[in-house]
Each structure stands twice: as C-alpha cells, then as structure tokens.
C-alpha cells in the first residue's frame, strides 16, 4: 500500500527567521502524526536552519528548485549539492510557477530530474495541464507529454524514488480546486502513463499526490480516492492549523 504523503511548498515566503520560527511549531503540532509522510521545501535561504530544527522529526525538508548543472558561472542558482549539504531531502521540480515563470521546459525539467536523482535526494516532480487545455479535453495528452519527456532516460529503480505531482494549473493558488473525481480520473492516468513506460507492478508503487487549493476541509475527499497519494499543499502549508488540518484528514 501506498502511503499518504503531504509535502507543504512555502513559495517565496518566510525570512530564515520566520521559517525557523514556523519549523519549530510544526514540529510540535505534528509530532504525534505517524499515519502519513510529512515534508515541507523552503526558499534556499531558510533550507539551513528549517533543516536543523526538523533534523530527526517526522517531518522532511526539500528545496523548491535546483540547478540542473553541477557549479559554475549560473547566477542566482544553486546547486543539488548545495541543498543536500544543508540537510535537503527531497525537491520540487517542474512545479508550473517554474515551468510559466521563469521558462522551465520539458527537457529542464527532465535534466533537473536526473541531476536532483544523481545527487540523492528525492523529485517531487509537478505536472498539470492548463484551464485552456482541460477546457480543450487534452488533459490526458498534456499530462503524457510532461511524463514522459521528464522520466526520459529515467530508469526503473530511480523511477520508484519519485513522487509524481498532479497539479492542475488552474487550481493552484485559486481556490478553485479539482473535484474528487476529476482528480482522481487523471491521477488514473497518470498511472496508468506510468505503467505503459515502466511496468504495471512499479506504477502501483509510485506515490501521486494532487495539488491546487487543498484545504482541510477538501483534503479527506480527495485523499480518500484510490489514486490519489497524498496533497502538495502551498496556501494551507503556510499555517500550522491548517496544515496540520490537512495532515490529520483522517481523524
Ligand atoms: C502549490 O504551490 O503547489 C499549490 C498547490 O498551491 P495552492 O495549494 O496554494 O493551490
């Protein structure tokens, strides 16, 4: 069985000060939580000390982006390294605000991917498909594309150190989340994408969490559906209560 995974993404958000501050009071409101994986990826800035005080709690800690190359003349980047040296153990990459934003492309996402692998520490990789694109019923076909241009080269037992997000890009950040069941329609998919490029037996291992505007009050409905595998949290992520909310959707 898979078991449910909640990764909060704090974005650009929280001075190291503040992010220390928040660490230390997630840790104690969710340390009694053993049911799920918890972790939560920082601004490089916070990784350190956030790090430090979730060293040896149930809780990980992952960076929101890596360099895809290994040091050099890359202003403004760091590296996989650099993250991992802190205390990093997971990263996000290929998350939308990296893919509209700043103009991560699929083959990015793909190096990225390889070199966060090499170094070690565990992707959370972000797909999702755009309002115009599901309003054009080519979810399906956009969510394959981003698979299997950023698993390219990836082999199967590097494949089960991954953890796939479903993000839909027009339910980050805008309240407007997927229903269950159009979340779960695609997280099936998704896997079943997965099982055409490895196997069935390892796209059943492969962890699938759903991301946009999750709440505690949404959280138990879409983690109750048998595909989806956790949440990536970002406004709810930023408070304890409602983190630990989504956290603890179960009790
Ligand atoms: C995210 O940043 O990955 C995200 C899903 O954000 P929100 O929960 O705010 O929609």
Known sequence: MRKIFIAGN???????DKARAYATELKEALADINDVDLAV?????????VAKILAGSNIGVGSQNCSENNEGAFTGEVTTEM???VGATYALVGHSERRTIF???DA?????????????????LCIGETLEEREG??????IKTQLTAALDGISAEDMEKITVAYEPVWAIGTGKVATPEMAQETHAQARQILANLYSDELAQKVRIQYGGS??????????????????LVGGAALKADSFKGIATYNS
């Open 83 to 85: 993250v991992k040296a």
């Open 41 to 49: 990826c920082t601004n490089p800035i916070a990784l350190e000390g």
């Open 10 to 16: 704090w974005k650009m958000f929280f001075t190291a």
């Open 103 to 105: 103009g991560e492309t």
């Open 137 to 142: 019923g080519i979810t399906e076909k956009v």
């Open 108 to 124: 990015i996402v793909n190096a990225k991917t390889k070199k966060i692998l090499a170094e070690g520490l565990l992707p959370i």
């Open 214 to 231: 999750v709440k505690p009050e949404n959280a138990k409905e879409l983690m109750n559906q048998p595909d989806i595998d956790g949440a």
